[in-house]
């Protein structure tokens, strides 16, 4: 009987000191943590036609949790905390971000962002640039819209250069280990190149517009049996949108070329030609016996050591 009593009471007290999933932290950023339930309740409210992509690229929305939290603790930082009336209009159960501090987000990053202008002389530029879109209109009709235009432009570029120095001045954390479980299971043909112990060279575009996967053709070409040395991947994003947003891919055909540790040696955006494809081997360091008619290596983008 003793000994019944003493295994029910271990029993017990391994299931009270049991963690619940729901409670795993998922990150942290100074001392407020991010956990399962918040995840979970937070994607539940994410529409239907965002919330597919999140569910396969789940290390994005845990990032977009960490930007909202960074905004909200620099909001608290400028405004004080809720009142209490704010403060009680949300449940003590509820796992998603109180929404009066959508307000208070709001005006941080428009009181870091409005003070961008666009001159007339940059819209007369943009118009000059692109008068054969602008459907025959003067220049003083599409002056307004315009500059409304350049200046979200601006404002977006700013707000992210914003945000990215409040995560600088933070103290992130984040559970890598089961971010790790997350890409793990998600289709990676970088990651499962890099395993080669070599160079990567991978083309990003999308399978349904021709002139990107011509570009997949003309590397191939290019790299003419050097796969001794580099290893060419093809990364469809209509398949693997997840891995357009890890390598900030904001045109199709991109080439990326990456040393064996997958450190970024080289890009070329646009990518349209056996001579840009070329250039941007060389300018990665990698010799091709493909010779580019025209020198371009200057208009290749290479990383900031």
């Not at 011509?214 to 796969?227: H, Y």
Request: proline share 5%.
């Amino acid at each position: 009987m003793r000994k019944f009593v003493l295994l029910a009471l271990a029993v017990a007290l391994a299931a009270g000191c049991s963690k619940s999933p729901e409670k795993t932290v998922l990150a942290k950023v100074g001392d407020k943590e991010i956990t399962l339930a918040q995840f979970n309740a937070e994607l539940a409210q994410v529409p239907d036609k965002y919330k597919q992509q999140f569910l396969q690229d789940k290390e994005a929305f845990l990032d977009e949790l960490i930007v909202r939290e960074v905004l909200r603790q620099e909001a608290e930082r400028q405004f004080g905390p809720l009142d209490s009336t704010a403060a009680a209009a949300q449940s003590d159960t509820a796992h998603t971000m109180n929404p009066a501090w959508f307000q208070r987000i709001n005006q941080v990053v428009k009181n870091a962002t409005d003070t961008v202008k666009v001159s007339l002389a940059e819209a007369r530029d943009f118009y000059n640039k692109r008068n054969a879109e602008m459907g025959g209109r003067s220049f003083g009709e599409m002056a307004p819209v315009i500059q409304a235009y350049l200046k979200r432009q601006k404002q977006q570029v700013l707000a992210a250069a914003y945000v990215d120095t409040l995560k600088a001045h933070a103290v992130i954390w984040k559970n890598q280990k089961i971010i790790d479980k997350w890409n793990a299971a998600l289709e990676n043909p970088i990651r499962d190149a890099l395993k080669g112990d070599k160079p990567v060279a991978a083309l990003f575009a999308v399978s349904d517009f021709p002139p990107s996967m011509q570009a997949w053709s003309d590397l191939q070409t290019v790299l003419g049996g050097k796969e001794d040395q580099v290893k060419p991947v093809l990364v469809d994003l209509k398949q693997m949108p997840y891995l357009g947003r890890r390598y900030e891919i904001m045109q199709v055909p991109t080439l990326i070329v990456l040393d064996k540790d997958g450190k970024e040696l080289s890009r070329k955006v646009g990518a349209t030609s056996t001579d840009q494809l070329a250039e941007t081997l060389k300018a990665a360091g990698i010799e091709v016996a493909f010779q580019p008619a025209d020198t371009t290596s200057a208009n290749v983008k290479q990383p900031k050591p």
